[in-house]
């Protein structure tokens, strides 16, 4: 089983147990006196810290350009000291996999840009917001679509076999699974990217906007 396949299941299944990492741009954190500590924003606000024994504490907290889009990790266990919120078991995970299992997907198409690109905002429960190409809009709609009727065959219809298009259709998010989680090289073509316009609830740290 990939680490790309890993990622997405865990995502899926402890969503929405997750958190962005908080990240500076490079330059001004170079001119700060104080190292900005690993830390993930989550649903309800809160910031809280990875707990320094995690190999997600040693990631790096910088990013070279504001649009960036911050990664996103999922965490099992939170706990508190006397002073300071951690959390414990953290994986990061492939934006495209909540995408799938999001109650609510909204689509906010976007004016063109100056170099004539078309954009979609992806909003995930009126808390999670990407931008898109929108070549991507249509395959995001149909998985998410066919990895519902997969889902709801394997559990009603347990004895039939599946749909060769919905056979193929969790096959193909398999394959993006694991491009978006880094497991092959062309990663950059599915990569999500954060928008220009705020989610409901205020906007977040390195241009993913997302409300509590």
Not at 149 to 172: C, H, K, M, N, Y
Not at 176 to 182: K, Q, S, T
Request: aromatic share 6%; hydrophobic share 40%; with cysteine.
């Amino acid at each position: 089983c990939s680490a790309g396949l890993v990622r997405a299941v865990l995502g899926c299944g402890y969503y929405p147990q997750i958190g962005f990492l908080k990240r500076m741009l490079r330059e001004l954190q170079r001119n700060s006196k104080n190292k900005m500590r690993p830390s993930l924003m989550t649903k309800r606000g809160e910031t809280v810290r990875i707990h320094p024994q995690s190999l997600a504490s040693k990631r790096d907290t910088s990013k070279d350009a504001e649009e960036e889009a911050d990664p996103m990790f999922v965490f099992e266990e939170l706990t508190r000291n006397e002073s300071q919120l951690y959390v414990k078991a953290v994986t990061e995970i492939p934006a495209i996999a909540l995408c799938m299992v999001a109650a609510d997907f909204r689509l906010e198409p976007q004016e063109p840009g100056e170099d004539g690109s078309l954009k979609t905002h992806v909003v995930l429960d009126d808390w999670i917001r990407y931008e898109v190409s929108q070549n991507h809009v249509v395959p995001l709609r149909v998985l998410r679509q066919r990895l519902g009727q997969a889902f709801t065959g394997l559990i009603e219809r347990p004895w039939e076999e599946q749909e060769a298009r919905l056979v193929d259709s969790v096959a193909a998010l398999r394959m993006v699974f694991e491009i978006e989680a880094g497991g092959a090289p062309n990663r950059a073509s599915f990569s999500f990217a954060a928008p220009g316009g705020a989610a409901p609830g205020g906007r977040g740290r390195g241009g993913v906007r997302r409300g509590g």
